[in-house]
């Protein structure tokens, strides 16, 4: 429902987002999916043998996916701030 225009082609390439701004949305977002992902590992059954080291590289492999939602909302959080 905004009035912002994407995608289009006669548009200017938008600013990089600041690697601050990166940084802390990855420091928001990385440990929120190591521990979602630590959590779903306990709720599965076939993880139990893996013990503690198994939740360990699960929530590894979670924050690194955190990646992706910190780049969207780094990206959201730039277009809102950023000054035409």
């Known amino acids: 429902m905004s009035d912002r225009r994407h995608g289009s082609s006669s548009d200017t390439a938008a600013p990089p987002v600041p ?6 949305c990855f420091a928001l977002m990385g440990p929120a999916f190591a521990i979602n ?8 059954p ?5 013990g503690v080291q198994g939740l360990v590289i699960v ?3 979670g924050s690194v996916f955190g990646i ?6 780094a990206r959201r959080i730039h277009e809102g701030i950023r000054e035409d």
């Open 19 to 24: 690697r601050g701004l990166l940084a802390f």
């Open 37 to 44: 992902s630590a959590f779903i590992a306990l709720a599965i």
């Open 46 to 50: 076939a993880m139990a043998p893996y």
């Open 59 to 61: 929530g590894l492999i």
């Open 68 to 73: 992706f939602p910190a780049l969207w909302l």
